[in-house]
């Protein structure tokens, strides 16, 4: 079994800077692509950013520029820095990894998500 866990969460104001962390426990032998989504009241979850093993990344053409995702290897830790914060991304964040086992299955988790609110 694999728990992640999401941390960083808070209100900031409009232009505010966060950085969401993503820590990663449990027995397994690889994890491969890692991701940020975000679901915001009455929407529905939305990806905002991945990166892989490898370390290429995509991100949501609504973060191109202001979001950076990237990852810890040797920690197994997620990061995602968030700068110029919008009210928009407002959103409980959640965190989402693709992990292979020692058997070598693949299975999806999700974090319990970290709330982002950015207001004045």
């Known amino acids: 079994q694999v728990q992640l866990v999401e941390s960083g969460g808070d209100l900031v104001q409009p232009g505010g800077s966060l950085r969401l962390s993503c820590a990663a426990s449990g027995s397994f032998f690889r994890i491969n692509t890692m991701g940020w989504y975000r679901q915001a009241p009455g929407k529905q979850r939305e990806l905002v950013a991945q990166i892989t093993s490898g370390g290429s990344r995509n991100y949501a053409d609504s973060v191109k520029g202001r979001f950076a995702i990237f990852r810890d290897t040797a920690k197994n830790t997620l990061y995602l820095q968030m700068n110029s914060l919008k009210p928009e991304d407002t959103a409980v964040y959640y965190c989402?990894?693709?992990?292979?086992?020692?058997?070598?299955?693949?299975?999806?988790?999700w974090g319990q998500g970290t709330q982002v609110t950015v207001s004045s």
């Open positions: 989402n990894a693709d992990v292979l086992t020692v058997l070598k299955y693949e299975y999806n988790y």
